[in-house]
Nanobody, 119 residues
Framework: QVQLVESGGGLVQPGGSLRLSCVAS??????????MAWYRQAPGKQRELVAT???????NYAESVKGRFIISRDNAENTVYLQINSLKPEDSAIYYC???????????WGQGTQVTVSS
């Protein structure tokens, strides 16, 4: 059974930074070939794709976070990270990770990690 556990969120002032982590367990030994993704969902809004990283470490970002967010992965630890910088109030959301298949989530969601940007 695949389990996704996100962590690292918190309350941060505008302009601040956080590093989110997601540990994926129960995924096959070929997981290093999977495209991993971070999504986020703000109150009253649909969940949106924020960033992806392929098995070959190619990355892609939503326009709203490009230049501020950095996705990375550690295949040995089955962990994907999201470094989020220059945070804005509109970045406030619950952040989730998942294996992505053409951008769509592959597995059930984890509990996510809350990011709140406020002064």
């Amino acid at each position: 059974q695949v389990q996704l556990v996100e962590s690292g969120g918190g309350l941060v002032q505008p302009g601040g930074s956080l590093r989110l982590s997601c540990v994926a367990s129960g995924i096959s030994s070929n997981a290093r070939f999977n495209t991993m993704a971070w999504y986020r969902q703000a109150p009253g809004k649909q969940r949106e794709l924020v960033a992806t990283i392929t098995g070959g470490d190619s990355t892609n970002y939503a326009e709203s976070v490009k230049g501020r967010f950095i996705i990375s992965r550690d295949n040995a630890e089955n962990t994907v990270y999201l470094q989020i910088n220059s945070l804005k109030p509109e970045d406030s959301a619950i952040y989730y990770c998942n294996v992505a298949v053409q951008g769509a989530p592959r597995f059930n969601w984890g509990q996510g990690t809350q990011v709140t940007v406020s002064s």
